[in-house]
């Protein structure tokens, strides 16, 4: 009898010298359980198990956050004599269940999986066409398969549209199983991460598939097997918008405002509606991005009516409150966060420290259309025009 010969690997994404992450051969840290360094605590990108045997090859890939590295990597003494100096250390473990689990069900798919790639997003197997130009890869979605509770599947034809789900708050876990068109063996690969959308917002079967295909081609293993070193990213999927969020979950406050014209006539006084964006940086900047609108807390001077609106203050009110919030929080404070925000991983330590900075910002805001700045807060006198 044939004895089955498995071969297991492990390998960690990481950066070198803040470079591009590579793909680094750990397998001995993982099966002898040493620990291995790191650099920093961000230079861990992502972990990768492999286990080859005759018939599939699985892989088990995790992407990480730098908040999840940040918990994930140990920050242990070198036990010097003088007590000085640490090392940032990242325990492994070979995922062997979820290895299995993927081996065992690329099994049970090989008698419907043909040509095709087969991938499992929330208990529902969907059938994608791979077309190849070269090393190229382009997915379209064609079909679903539904399991027979007497044995075997049957497939239900998609037409042109995508199938659209919700990102998770947790990440996308998807598996992927396909034919190695260089050795007679199936792919089976588990994906668990975030992509590049943020949760609550809109993916589409197909990109999730090409983005966890991509987020795997850095391995050789894979890319070797596979006979891909690239799979197309279809275009967004428009009218993908972001999970709305209750009162309780956003960074709300107001800012008082004196606001003239550039002539120096006052033209309205009182406060504006203000929210940090939870969900997305300043495009420019790349720091916290404010949204500001009128409400109905502002008195306007009649004198100048139809000549001025709040539209033509909002850019420099932005960029003036933006400016204050950083500076109550600091360089430091407001670059991790904008790193959080932008990787869907902002927690409720730094949404308090964002609500604590906007509770009682200093002064108000005197602004021109041109211009503003920061000056003390003034005694209401009840006049507008006297502003």
């Known amino acids: 009898m044939e004895t089955t010969q498995i071969k297991e690997e492990f390998y960690i994404r990481r950066l070198f010298d803040d470079d591009v992450p590579l793909f680094v051969d750990a397998t001995k840290y993982a099966r002898h359980g040493f620990p ?15 286990r080859l045997d005759s018939e599939v090859v699985a892989f088990s890939l995790r992407n ?37 689990v993927l081996n065992e069900r690329a099994r049970a798919l090989a008698v419907v999986l043909g040509d095709d790639v087969i991938v499992e997003l929330d208990d ?39 199938a659209d789900f919700e990102l998770p708050i947790t990440g996308v876990r998807l598996r992927v199983f396909l034919r190695s068109p260089i050795r007679d063996r199936i792919l089976a690969y588990g994906f668990s ?15 999730a598939t090409a983005l966890a295909l ?28 972001a999970r709305q969020r209750g009162p309780e979950e956003r960074v709300l406050f107001d800012v008082p405002v004196l606001l003239f014209t550039e002539d120096e006539v006052p033209a309205a006084r009182g ?6 964006d939870l969900d997305r940086i300043d495009p420019v900047t790349g720091g916290l991005q404010v949204h500001l609108g009128e409400g109905d807390k502002l008195e306007w001077n009649p004198a100048v009516a139809g000549t001025v609106n709040f539209a033509s203050y909002e850019q420099v009110l932005v960029e003036t ?3 204050l919030v950083h500076s109550i929080l600091g360089d430091d404070t407001v670059r ?35 211009q503003a700045r920061v000056r003390q807060a003034e005694p209401a006198t009840g006049s507008t025009a006297a502003v």
């Open 36 to 50: 291995y360094e790191l650099s920093a605590k961000k230079a861990l990108k992502a972990t990768c198990a492999v």
């Open 64 to 100: 990480y956050t730098a908040r999840q590295a940040e918990k994930e990597v140990e920050n242990v003494g070198t036990g010097t004599a003088d007590g000085a100096g640490t090392r940032n250390q990242l325990r492994l473990r070979m995922p062997r269940k979820t290895l299995h």
């Open 124 to 162: 529902t197997l969907y059938v994608l066409r791979l077309s190849r130009t070269g090393s190229d890869g382009e997915l379209m979605l064609v079909g679903k398969l539904r399991a027979r509770s007497e044995g075997g599947y049957d497939r239900t034809e998609i037409g042109a549209d995508d």
């Open 193 to 207: 991460g975030y992509l590049t959308r943020k949760p609550g917002e809109m993916e589409t079967v197909t990109r």
């Open 214 to 241: 991509n987020n795997l081609i850095g391995l050789a293993t894979f890319r070797m097997l596979s006979g891909l070193h690239r799979v197309d990213v279809p275009p967004r999927p428009s009218g993908a918008a």
């Open 271 to 276: 406060r504006v509606d203000a929210e940090i």
């Open 321 to 323: 409150t933006a400016s």
């Open 336 to 370: 991790d966060m904008a790193y959080d925000i932008m990787l869907a991983d902002l927690g409720e330590d730094a949404v308090a420290k964002l609500r604590a900075a906007t509770t009682s910002l200093p002064g108000l805001l005197a602004a021109k259309p041109s």
